[in-house]
């Protein structure tokens, strides 16, 4: 049974640091493109980092600016993890991590990304 199981999120300050975490299960994903997104309430879904199954290519969103930082380590299954720094109000949102099939490559897109987390609420306070 295929399971992304997300942890992390809350609500902190402007400024502060916060790590997203996710579990990937049962699918093989240790050669799997993973990925985080998120999204605001009435807003759509936007990239926000992926790395390669190999883990050495990462990406991010153009509004990252080098605060945050996508990770990978596989054991019996595959941990993700998003370190975010210098967080501001405008990151405040749904996060979700994603996979794709084996093998595959990274989209900007969330439609190709087939499997998800269950999503974590991460808010900022000014």
């Known amino acids: 049974q295929v399971r992304l199981v997300q942890s992390g999120g809350g609500l902190v300050q402007a400024g502060d640091s916060l790590t997203l975490s996710c579990v990937a299960s049962g699918g093989g994903f240790s050669e799997a493109p993973m990925a985080w997104f998120r999204q605001a309430p009435g807003r759509e879904r936007e990239f926000v980092a992926a790395?390669?199954?190999?883990?050495?290519?990462?990406?991010y969103g153009d509004f990252v600016k080098g605060r945050f930082t996508i990770s990978r380590v596989t054991d019996r299954n595959t941990q993700l993890e998003l370190q975010m720094n210098s967080l501001e109000p405008e990151d405040s949102a749904e996060y979700f991590c994603?996979?794709?099939?084996?093998?595959?490559?990274?989209?900007?897109?969330?439609?190709?990304?087939?499997?998800w987390g269950q999503g974590t609420q991460v808010t900022v306070s000014s």
């Open positions: 790395i390669d199954w190999v883990g050495s290519y990462r990406d």
């Open positions: 994603a996979a794709r099939p084996l093998r595959s490559s990274i989209s900007y897109s969330s439609a190709p990304w087939e499997y």
